[in-house]
């Protein structure tokens, strides 16, 4: 079993539909939580960033964790064509450790 | 944010020739730095980190004959290809940690990554 699932998709959605993007995790020792967005041939981009349970937003960007189902998602609300890309989620559990990442959600928005 | 910069962003070579790939911080310094490789539609995959000063850990199975890490400075990280060979041909992706604020230190910035071609 992977430490960090992610479906890979390919997730097609119209433009301004709300998109949920999902990871689930196994160690429960997780602490910090990261989304990252990487565009075709491009390095990955931090989106958000997260610290034990809860919810955090940012413009059209809500992420949230919840650790006792040991389960992480983002949310994007307005969807538009400039967000597609591919949808990574990465944790570590200690202070400057390794990042876990999932296998990446390949997401289309359609005009 | 930090901005990290990798050169080149493509690069053709011949079989058996070596390729030297660079990170560079561009406004903090980085103790760590981390490679990774990607195949298509796969997430990354961590090769080696890098600190400042001293030799790289390399993940288990990564041959650290083959693929040389110098950390030589607090802004930059190379990652040297020796004997390429086709199966080497990947997307190189690095990153670096930028420990000015202390709730940063988990984050990775990353290159736009190297595609490399071996022919």
């Known amino acids: 079993q992977k430490e960090v699932e992610q479906d890979p998709g390919p997730l097609s959605v119209p433009e301004g539909a709300i998109v949920s993007l999902n990871c689930t995790y196994s160690n429960s020792a997780f602490q910090y939580f990261m989304w990252y967005r990487q565009y075709s041939r491009k390095g990955p981009e931090l989106l958000m960033y997260?610290?034990?349970?809860g919810n955090k937003e940012d413009g059209r960007f809500t992420a949230q964790v919840d650790k006792s189902s040991k389960y992480i998602s983002l949310f994007i609300r307005d969807s538009q064509p400039s967000d597609s890309a591919t949808y990574l989620c990465a944790m570590t559990y200690n202070q400057g450790g390794k990042l876990i990442f999932g296998q990446g959600t390949e997401l289309s928005v359609k005009p | 944010g930090a901005v990290v910069s990798q050169h080149p962003s493509r690069v053709i070579c011949k079989s058996g020739t070596s390729v030297k790939i660079e990170c560079r911080s561009l406004?903090?310094?980085?103790?760590?730095m981390f490679w990774y490789r990607q195949f298509p539609k796969q997430s990354l995959m961590l090769m080696a980190t890098s600190n400042e000063g001293s030799k790289a850990t390399y993940e288990q199975g990564v041959e650290k004959d083959k693929f040389l890490i110098n950390h030589a400075s607090l802004t930059l990280s190379t990652l040297t290809v020796t004997s390429a060979h086709p199966e080497d041909s990947s997307f190189y992706i690095c990153s670096a940690r930028d420990f000015r604020l202390p709730m940063a230190k988990n984050i990775q910035y990353f290159g736009a990554g190297t595609r490399l071609s071996v022919l």
């Open positions: 997260t610290y034990s349970s």
């Open positions: 406004d903090f310094q980085a103790t760590t």
